[in-house]
C-alpha cells in the first residue's frame, strides 16, 4: 500500500532525509520513530505531499506523491502533530467542512455519525473547537483524518494531550483500524508503539537506523540471551541441574523472594532456545516453576542504543525479501 524508494530531502547542504526506503503492506500497523531532528516528521511530510522531496519516490496504493498528488491523497488520512482545526466552528459543523473538502461519496449523516462515535466526540458535537480540551481537539483531529474512509492513515503523535483513559481508547482504535487500513504511527511514547504496532522503522541522521519488528529489535541489539526464573526447591541442587542443560552458558541464583524460593538467572548462547528444558526440569524433580521472563531488551533500550550511536548494525527486513526496489 506505502512504498518509498530511496527518498531523499535536502535543505541545502543539509541532509533531513537520506535515500531512505521502506514498504508497509495493506492492513500493517508500522511504528515510525526517531529523535528530535532524524528527519522523521520530514518523511511523513514527504508521504503525505505537504512538502516534496528531492528526489526518490513515494508511492500510495501505487500512485506516486509528486506525480498525481490529488489521487495520491484522496488515499490518505493525515493527522500532523498540530491538529488543523478551525476552532471558531462547532466540532460537527468542521467535520462537515471536512466532509464536502474530501468531496466523500459516503452517506453523510450516518458516516460522520460513525466517525464520530469512534472516536468519542459525538457528545461535543454542538460545542465551539476552541473551547475543547486538548484532548478534544486531539480527538477531533483523528476524526477529521477518518473521514472518508482512507485506505492509509499517518498519525503523527496522536495521543498527544490525553488522559490515560482517552490514550487506551485511542490505542484500542488504532489497533481496530489496523485491521481494515494501513496505518503509519509517529509517537514519543515507546510502550505504545510496542502495544499497537506489527513493525517499526527507526529513523536516525536521516537514514533507517533499524527496521524490524519489536522482538528481532530486541534480539539482534541485545548480546544477552538470559531468562530470570523464579523456582521453589532445594537451591543447589536446581543449580546444578540447570547448569546440565545443553546451551546454558551459566546459572546463578538471586536473593530468596519466599520461602525456599529463588530468582536463578539462567544465560543460554545465542539461538538457543531453553525455556522447555528448565520446565522439563522442575516437572522431573517436582520443583514449583513459579514465574519466568525474557531479560530482552526493552524497546527503549533499543531505541536509545541505535540512536546514542553505538554501532549496531542490523539486518534489514526487505533486504532479505528482495528490497523495495
Known sequence: MIEVRNLTKHYGDKHAVNDISFTVED????????????????TMNMLTGYISSTSG???????????DPIKAKS?????????????????????????????????????????MALTKVDDVAERIIKNLSKGYKQRV????????NPPVLILDEPTVGLDP???????????????????????HILSEIQAVCDRIIIINHGHVAAHDTTDNLSKNVSTDHRIIARIEGPRDEIIKAMRNIEGIKYCRADMEREPGVYEYELEAAPDT???????DICAE???????????????E?????????????????DAEKGGAD
Not at 502533530?81 to 476552532?87: A, Q, R
Not at 524433580?285 to 531479560?295: F, G, K
Open 27 to 42: 492492513g500493517e500497523i508500522l511504528g515510525f520513530l526517531g529523535p528530535n531532528g532524524a528527519g522523521k516528521s520530514t
Open 57 to 67: 519516490q513515494a508511492l500510495i496504493n501505487g500512485v506516486d506523491i509528486l506525480e
Open 75 to 115: 488515499y490518505i488520512g493525515y493527522l500532523p502533530e498540530l491538529p488543523p482545526l478551525y476552532l471558531d466552528m462547532t466540532v460537527k459543523g468542521y467535520l462537515n467542512y471536512i466532509y464536502d473538502l474530501k468531496k466523500c461519496k459516503l452517506p453523510r449523516k450516518a458516516h460522520l455519525k460513525e466517525v
Open 141 to 148: 483531529g483523528l476524526a477529521q483524518a477518518l473521514i472518508g
Open 165 to 187: 483513559k482517552q490514550i487506551l481508547e485511542i490505542r484500542t482504535l488504532i489497533k481496530k483500524l489496523g485491521k481494515n487500513h494501513t496505518v503509519i504511527l509517529s509517537s
Open 273 to 279: 532456545d531453553i525455556r522447555r528444558a528448565i520446565f
Open 285 to 299: 524433580h517436582h520443583w514449583y516453576l513459579l514465574a519466568a521472563r525474557s531479560a530482552e531488551l526493552t524497546l
Open 301 to 317: 533500550d533499543v531505541f536509545l542504543k541505535i540512536t546514542m550511536g553505538e554501532g549496531i548494525t542490523l539486518p534489514d527486513p
